[in-house]
T-cell receptor
Framework: GAVVSQHPSRVICKSGTSVKIECRSL??????MFWYRQFPKKSLMLMAT?????????EQGVEKDKFLINHASLTLSTLTVTSAHPEDSSFYIC?????????????FGQGTRLTVV | AQSVTQLDSQVPVFEEAPVELRCNYS??????LFWYVQYPNQGLQLLLK??????LVKGINGFEAEFNKSQTSFHLRKPSVHISDTAEYFC??????????FGDGTTLTVKP
């Protein structure tokens, strides 16, 4: 149990286009999901907290108009990178916090490798 | 606020030797502690976690970690490593299954 699926796993897009990344909790409900970004050979940095039915909370320095987050249901959050540029190329990972917090952890997706050319 | 310090950025070790990857954390509240492994171009895989109870935690692939509250440490150990253990290892803390704060990672390289 406790599987989080990210789609797509890899995407290449042209500069100036937008890309949507999906994060789904497959066998549990998640009122909160988190989006992280990982630069090459670097750690994971939290970008934003996605709350079901409300606006996302962005970390300092993250452009909310560039990284649009929607959490329309208890099992799905999406991250849209708008007007993507090569510097947005990165590994994006989501995690989902179960409604039942007894397990003590948020569960991570397998990540999405975005390459902007 | 929480922070995590992984004391070694790179750890080279020979196959079948023991290894310890060090992690210290700071937090003003009680936190949960985790170790993740990341293989090249892949996502995170949970190795083990400490939530409460016994301070010695056993995880997958023969890894274990010990929570030391007085030293605010959560070091990862394996008595005998394999080539396949070569990967990036991240220590992380979170509060109540919330957002995670990660260390900068330790690259473990196992040599034949």
């Amino acid at each position: 149990g406790a599987v989080v699926s990210q789609h797509p796993s890899r995407v290449i897009c042209k500069s100036g286009t937008s890309v949507k990344i999906e994060c789904r909790s497959l066998d549990f409900q998640a009122t909160t999901m988190f989006w992280y970004r990982q630069f090459p050979k670097k750690s994971l940095m939290l970008m934003a907290t996605s709350n079901e039915g409300s606006k996302a909370t962005y970390e300092q320095g993250v452009e909310k108009d560039k990284f649009l987050i929607n959490h329309a249901s208890l099992t799905l959050s999406t991250l849209t990178v708008t007007s993507a540029h090569p510097e947005d190329s990165s590994f994006y990972i989501c995690s989902a916090r179960p409604v039942d917090r007894g397990l003590g952890e948020a569960f991570f997706g397998q990540g999405t490798r975005l390459t902007v050319v | 606020a929480q922070s995590v310090t992984q004391l070694d950025s790179q750890v080279p070790v020979f196959e079948e030797a023991p290894v310890e990857l060090r992690c210290n954390y700071s937090s003003s509240v009680s936190v949960y502690l985790f170790w993740y492994v990341q293989y090249p171009n892949q996502g995170l895989q949970l190795l083990l976690k400490y939530l409460s109870g016994s301070t010695l935690v056993k995880g997958i692939n023969g890894f274990e970690a010990e929570f030391n509250k007085s030293q605010t440490s959560f070091h990862l150990r394996k008595p005998s490593v394999h080539i396949s253990d070569t990967a990036e290892y991240f220590c992380a803390v979170s509060k109540d299954a919330g957002k995670s704060t990660f260390g900068d990672g330790t690259t473990l390289t196992v040599k034949p």
